[in-house]
């Protein structure tokens, strides 16, 4: 897997050295407990940079670290993720950015370049991204890339059933959007 280059960020596979960058983000409260309806521990944290590690070696993509070139700051993570809702396998987006960056496009550009990849390097017909009615900021995102709803879901999140919206866009309405 190869990084996803945008304007200002640099997407890369997360490793076990960056084990401190990912204990901020998944420790963090604000971040967590609305997305994934927890934080994690410190064991936590190093399993699931192994789960990541394990899925770039079998489906060849998952998680990266966000770097903004200009300052090699990381500023969060954005994926490409396999999910499987309601019996239908799916390629899914998904991002989680520290709150200093938002509201500066970083979201947009980055998952855009996950977007591209998904539909130029794997040939997928179809991507979504599941987002919480709560989360306005991310139903955003989902709609300037051209999504749309196609669905919603109780999803499990740790324990507790959260409403989720699916969005969807496929590959010809993305090409043609954004003349690819």
Not at 3 to 28: F, P
Request: aromatic share 12%.
């Amino acid at each position: 897997m190869e990084n996803i280059k945008t304007e200002r960020l640099t997407l890369r596979k997360i490793e076990q050295s960056d084990y401190e960058e990912m204990k901020i983000i998944l420790q963090d409260e604000k971040l967590m407990l609305i997305g994934w309806g927890k934080t994690y521990s410190d064991e936590e944290v190093y399993g699931w940079i192994d789960k990541i590690t394990e899925q770039y070696e079998d489906l060849g993509y998952s998680y990266y670290l966000a770097i903004e070139k200009s300052t090699n700051v990381v500023i969060g993570i954005m994926g490409i993720l396999p999910v499987n809702i309601k019996e239908t396998d799916y390629i899914e987006i998904a991002y989680i950015l520290k709150q200093e960056f938002w509201g500066k496009g970083y979201a947009t550009e980055g998952i855009k370049g996950c977007v591209d990849y998904i539909f130029n390097v794997l040939n997928a017909d179809k991507c979504i991204a599941q987002v919480i009615p709560e989360n306005t900021s991310s139903s955003r995102i989902a709609e300037r890339l051209g999504m749309k709803v196609i669905d919603d879901y109780m999803r499990d999140n740790n324990g507790k059933d959260v409403f989720h919206l699916i969005y969807a866009l496929n590959k010809e309405e993305y090409m043609q959007r954004f003349n690819k």
